[in-house]
Nanobody, 120 residues
C-alpha cells in the first residue's frame, strides 16, 4: 500500500558529505511524519532524525549539527543531508514514514535500507 524507495547511499570518506533521499508512493492521503533510522552491524536500529507534517524536527544527539532532515511535500520525499561524516556513522540507513491512507488507515512503513560505508 505504501512504498518507500531510498537512494543516495555510497562509500564516503570521513569528513565527507552524502545526501540520502526517500520517496513515498502508494495510496497516501497524507504523510504525518518521515524519518531516518540506522543500524550498524550487530547493533539495534536507532533513530537518526525525524520530521513531522508541521516541519518539526528531531535529531539524535550523535548527529545534531551535522545532519539535516528536510522534506518536499509535493514529492512525498524526505532528505537527509549528512555532513562531517564519521566512521561511527557507518550503517544501513532506513527510511520510515507514518502515513494516512485514503481508506483512513494510518500505518508506518519502512524502506529497504541503503548502505552508508564511511571509510578512508
Amino acid at each position: 500500500q505504501v512504498q518507500l524507495v531510498e537512494s543516495g547511499g555510497g562509500l564516503v570518506q570521513p569528513g565527507g558529505s552524502l545526501r540520502l533521499s526517500c520517496a513515498a508512493s502508494g495510496s497516501i492521503f497524507s504523510i504525518n511524519a518521515m524519518g531516518w533510522y540506522r543500524q550498524a552491524p550487530g547493533k539495534q536500529r536507532d533513530l537518526v532524525a525525524t520530521i513531522t507534517s508541521d516541519v518539526s524536527t528531531n535529531y539524535a544527539d550523535s548527529v545534531e549539527g551535522r545532519f539535516t532532515i528536510s522534506r518536499d511535500v509535493a514529492k512525498n520525499t524526505v532528505y537527509l543531508q549528512m555532513n562531517s561524516l564519521k566512521p561511527e556513522d557507518k550503517a544501513v540507513y532506513y527510511c520510515n514514514a507514518v502515513v494516512t491512507l485514503h481508506t483512513g488507515i494510518r500505518l508506518a512503513s519502512w524502506g529497504q535500507g541503503t548502505q552508508v560505508p564511511v571509510s578512508s
